[in-house]
């Protein structure tokens, strides 16, 4: 788009005013009226530029507005509580951030709520949480009046006083936090407009990445077209979770919004750092937008450190390696209090074991479908020739998209089964490949306006304006026409029957354009933000007076009189609170809009009830012995993660670790289920809810006394992987569950060693296995001497949030706390804690009366003492001038072409008794593009140049070709990183 403020027209405008302290300081509505007047002035000398403006200005509104219909505003600002996948699961976390971290000062830490106790946000992203506590919390409307006035007047501080105006944007920024901290928004509504953040707004940072890149009309509003299309981008549709890999729509709906943002800063990022390192500055912002994307999500962090060393390779000199090597640092240095002790902990991640595409038994099992999906060849083509017209042009972004291009394809193919799902890195390719598209297909336009116009500074802006209206209307249509539901008056959708196969599909027609293909984000959308509220029994009808269909869920009556009946139990003194475990049956719960949602018990309870599965699987070392249980105690288990010794139903073995995992409440659904339950002699019925049983379990208090001693476990380690194969075999051994193997302990704990099975060889070994019709764990436990300790009564059992404390009667004997061990747990008047299996801890009281933290550690501290370091650096940053870069130089061939393109003109003389107007001395200025923070135009001639006059030349331009233009050649600078002012020329 060639914006009427386009601010590489416009000269750089000092970072403190011009003005002496005698000058009179302008005021926002003077700067608000120079802005405007500018504005008019260019409009009125090229109204070509109004088109150009209008046709971006559509392309953003309306690729934005089918976006935010896909989403259902009605849905989305309702104050309901979002469901659906794992997005019902996640409103569990700003909550507790907001009544229990935040108020101790804590962006991490202990949470009871689920999987026996678990470090929140330890392993799960909280910046996309805040923003969500920071649109919730709010005053009462008589003090948060007051502040949000006092919150804007701080905001525009920085533009009233002269002194404060070199800290114009920290103040707007703190005035805007200040403002949403003081004008409170319902939980619903702030959640799921978090949610809906990343889709919102990547298509206006696609917009600004081609900008930033001094990309010319057509290929700002091209990108953000590009980015509407990978928004609704369905591949791949063959492997086991569809297409929900990351930043599309459906992944978003499905929980992975913490992605689309970080994706959003992502572009940001890369549109800051391709333009500072063009100018030399914008270190600090960089820095900011790069830390803000790796807090937002890990993944796309990788991204952008692959986008960084690809800048650097793009640009090999002194000058913008010294941008990069004093921005990146910075950056990492602002990421550390979560990153580094992420990084240091990383043994008690646990590993689900998504296995690499393509699946050895899947619908598709070549790679060569998910680097080049059939269905996006025409973009794939396009996006090739965006890479070679790139690299032709020296497109530093495209240059840079498409090495992320090359190296994401190789980061598929060759990355082996790891912790990082191979099928993680697709979406940066099909967002580079859908951005380079935009710039083949933009460039393509410019070359055949050129050619028509013949002057490669003038594009024929017929051409131009009609290639982008038709080429970014046709996306928005390609990628709106396959969505269900959407626009029913408009869109006419019936029924074909297609060739021989006889396959019934939708088809769906607007005007000339007409697709089968299907896109169900509609669907999610709305299944997602009508929320728990408005979910019906299914089927449809079932719980109607005198219907004989049984219903597979009765939906949001079902569900709230579930929560009712377990907050009952809570606060009843007979029982009172505790973890609870539910079968899992996909029907039932899924009718309650997610098969997640009783996740929620702590959050509908205010954590008087956990519930023992929760949602961020690799955040806990228990989660393992969890779906274990799972299996043991539901009729149709999930079983979600790979490669664990998976029992069948065993009511006997799923009570006996219900008692050692000190879940309190067992909550059955299915016959099978129920009756099993209902004779076992450790389970008492206390409660009954529709089709739930809900039972007591005898024996589970949250510490108890040991029968034998410990044994220190050798020959593996406390990570994931070591520790996982022979505890969980351990586990699924009943015979040896009252012998607990540590991981370490004291000297008189007897040492046995293990000798589990080489994690290269598991997968042969089970196979193996599997041939020979033999199940259960392929690690075998070491004998266990049984030592047995003298009894112990524990009493005054007190569990808080982030406290255990109780009694004993006798010291000096050990005790098992039925938490998840972590090793920030800190104990007062006991030794230890020592880690005991499954994942669970034991201690050695000194005292009669023991008491335990969740603390911090030096690891933690020195990630918080790296942060402030950081923002040091970053204040260190914003200060520094800008860095003074060489010029980019446009390509040989580049010149080549544009001199074919170029038609040589012979000037005209002027007649005999025409006086020809003098030409004005250009002033050279800095070509190099300018913050757009406060872009300012030099000052209109005070009379009227004659048309055709020098007058009427940026001056920029005219300087550029006084020094550097070679004989026969087209200026360099001017087609090359500056877009010319001169009213009579065509925006490049």
């Not at 971006?56 to 509104?61: D, G, K, P, Q, S």
């Not at 106790?117 to 919730?136: E, K, N, R, W």
């Not at 949403?180 to 959640?191: D, I, K, Q």
């Not at 530093?396 to 890195?425: D, E, I, K, T």
Request: glycine fraction near 8%; charged fraction near 15%; charge should be negative.
């Amino acid at each position: 788009m060639a914006e009427l403020t386009d601010p590489d027209l416009l000269v750089d405008e000092p970072d403190q005013p011009i003005e002496s302290e005698a000058d009179p300081f302008p005021t926002v509505r003077e700067r608000i009226g120079a802005w405007w007047d500018r504005v008019v002035d260019r409009a009125a000398a090229d109204p070509g530029l109004v088109v150009e403006a209008c046709v971006t200005i559509a392309v953003l509104v309306l690729g934005t507005g089918l976006v935010l219909a896909t989403l259902h505003p009605a849905d989305l600002f309702s104050n309901t509580t979002p469901t659906g996948g794992d997005l019902g699961s996640h409103v569990w976390g700003p909550r507790y951030l907001i009544d229990h971290l935040l108020p101790h000062f804590r962006l991490s830490g202990w949470t009871p709520d689920w999987y026996d106790g678990f470090p929140a946000y330890q392993f799960y992203m909280v910046v996309p949480s805040l923003i969500v506590v920071l649109l919730t919390v709010g005053l009462v409307w008589w003090l948060a009046i007051p502040l949000a006035l006092v919150s804007i007047a701080i905001g525009l501080s920085g533009w009233t006083r002269r002194r404060l105006y070199p800290y114009r944007w920290v103040l707007a920024t703190v005035g805007f936090i200040l403002f949403n901290l003081a004008v409170p928004l319902s939980y619903n509504r702030s959640f799921k407009l978090v949610t809906a953040l990343g889709l919102l707004t990547l298509p206006l940072a696609c917009w600004a990445l081609a900008k930033a890149a001094a990309l010319k009309f057509p290929m700002p509003p091209l990108f953000a077209a590009a980015g509407v299309v990978f928004i609704f981008n369905r591949e791949p549709v063959f492997n086991n979770t569809g297409n929900i890999i990351g930043g599309n729509f459906q992944s978003t709906m499905a929980g992975e919004f913490a992605f689309s943002i970080s994706l959003t800063f992502a572009i940001l990022y890369l549109a800051v750092a391709v333009r500072g390192l063009r100018t030399g500055k914008h270190r600090a912002l960089a820095a900011v937008l790069f830390a803000l994307a790796g807090l937002c999500h890990l993944i796309p962090a990788f991204f952008v450190l692959g986008c960084t060393a690809a800048l650097f390779l793009v640009h090999p000199d002194r000058k913008r390696f010294r941008w990069l090597i004093t921005m990146v640092p910075v950056a990492g240095l602002l990421t550390a209090f979560w990153v580094l002790p992420f990084y240091l902990r990383s043994d008690y991640v646990n590993d689900m074991g998504w296995e690499r595409l393509p699946l050895a038994s899947g619908d598709v099992t070549s790679v060569s479908y998910y680097l080049y999906p059939g269905a996006l060849r025409y973009l794939f083509l396009l996006g090739g020739l965006g890479v070679v017209l790139s690299f032709v042009r020296r497109y530093s972004v495209g240059v840079v998209l498409g090495l992320a291009w090359l190296g994401v394809a190789l980061g598929f193919w060759h990355l082996p089964q790891a912790r990082l799902w191979n099928a993680r890195l697709l979406p940066f390719m099909y967002l580079s490949v859908s951005l380079l598209a935009a710039i083949g297909v933009g460039e393509t336009i410019r070359i055949i306006a050129t050619a028509a116009s013949g002057d490669v500074r003038r594009p024929l802006r017929l051409v131009t304006v009609g290639g982008a209206i038709a080429a970014a209307f046709g996306a928005l249509i390609y990628a709106a026409l396959p969505i269900n539901t959407l626009f029913p008056h408009q869109v006419t959708r019936v029924a074909v029957t297609q060739g021989a196969s006889g396959v019934t599909k939708t088809k769906s027609s607007w005007g000339p354009f007409s697709t089968t293909e299907l896109n169900q984000a509609a669907g999610w959308s709305a299944t997602d933000y009508r929320g728990l509220e408005k979910k019906e029994p299914v089927p449809a009808g079932c719980a109607d007076p005198g219907s004989t269909v049984a219903c597979t869920s009765g939906g949001w009556p079902e569900y709230k009189h579930l929560i009712q009946t377990m907050a009952g139990i809570g606060e009843d003194p007979r029982f009172g609170c505790g973890r609870a475990f539910w079968e899992y049956d996909f029907d039932r719960e899924g009718g309650y809009g997610t098969p997640m949602a009783l996740m929620m018990l702590p959050y509908f309870t205010d954590s008087c009830i956990g519930s023992q599965e929760g949602l961020y699987f690799e955040s806990s070392a228990t989660v393992p012995y969890h779906f274990l249980m799972q299996a043991e105690l539901s009729t149709k288990p999930s079983s979600p993660q790979r490669d664990l010794p998976y029992p069948g139903f065993d009511i006997d073995a799923g009570v006996r670790h219900l008692q050692l995992m000190g879940v309190r409440y067992y909550m059955a659904s299915t016959p099978n289920a129920v009756d099993q339950a209902s004779r076992h002699p450790d389970l008492t019925e206390i409660a009954v809810s529709g089709p739930w049983h809900i039972y007591e379990v005898a024996q589970s208090e949250p510490v108890s006394a040991l029968t034998n001693q410990p044994v220190v476990l050798k020959g593996v380690d406390e990570s994931q992987d070591g520790w996982l194969p022979t505890a969980s075999s351990w586990f699924g051994k009943q015979s040896d569950l009252d012998v607990l193997l540590a991981a370490n302990g004291p000297e008189e704990w007897k040492r046995v060693t293990a000798k589990p099975v080489p994690t290269d060889l598991r997968h042969i070994v089970k196979y193996a296995r599997d041939q020979l019709g033999q199940s259960g764990a392929i690690d075998q436990v070491p004998e266990l001497t049984r030592t047995a300790l003298p009894p112990v009564k524990v009493s005054g059992i007190d569990m808080g949030s982030d406290t255990i404390s109780f009694k004993v009667d006798k010291v000096g004997v050990p005790v098992l706390v039925k938490a998840s061990y972590f090793p920030n747990w800190e104990v007062s008047g006991a030794k230890g804690p020592y880690r005991v299996s499954p994942n669970l801890m034991v201690v050695i009281p000194t005292s009669n009366e023991v008491s335990m933290h969740f603390g911090r550690t030096p690891v933690d501290w020195l990630g918080i003492g790296l942060t402030l370091l950081g923002l040091v650096g970053l204040v260190w940053l914003a200060r520094q001038p800008a860095i003074a870069v060489e010029p980019e130089q446009q390509p040989r061939l580049s010149k080549w072409i544009d001199r074919q393109l170029t038609i040589e003109r012979a000037a005209a003389a002027p007649p005999a008794d025409l006086e020809v107007p003098a030409v004005p001395v250009p002033v050279p200025v800095d070509p190099a593009p300018v913050d757009p923070a406060d872009p300012a135009e030099p000052a209109a001639p005070s009379e009227p140049a004659p048309v055709g006059s020098r007058a009427w030349a940026d001056p920029r331009v005219d300087a550029e070709r006084t020094s550097s233009v070679e004989p026969g050649s087209v200026d360099d600078e001017s087609i090359w990183t500056t877009d010319p002012a001169d009213p009579t020329v065509e925006d490049r």
